[in-house]
C-alpha cells in the first residue's frame, strides 16, 4: 500500500470533506481516504503509487486546490 499526503485549501465543513472524498474515491486503486476539513489535510492510501494529477484533478472538480506535502 502507498499513502500519500496532500493539503487542500477551501474546505470549511463535513460537506466539504464528503465532496473530496466522493471524487478521490473514484480513482482506480485508491483503498482509504482520510480528510479533514478543520487541518486541510487529505491522506489516500492505494494499492499502488497513486497518480498526483488525478488526485489534484479529483480535488479540483469537488471544487477546492490541494499540493501535495
Known sequence: ???TEYQVTG???GHCEMSVRE??????GVAD?????SSGKL???ASEPID???VLT???EAGYSAVRV
Open 52 to 54: 498526483d494529477a488525478a
Open 23 to 28: 471524487e478521490v474515491g473514484q480513482i482506480g
Open 58 to 60: 479529483a480535488v479540483d
Open 1 to 3: 500500500m502507498a499513502t
Open 11 to 13: 474546505m470549511t465543513c
Open 33 to 37: 481516504i482520510e480528510v479533514s476539513a
Open 43 to 45: 491522506v489516500v492510501t
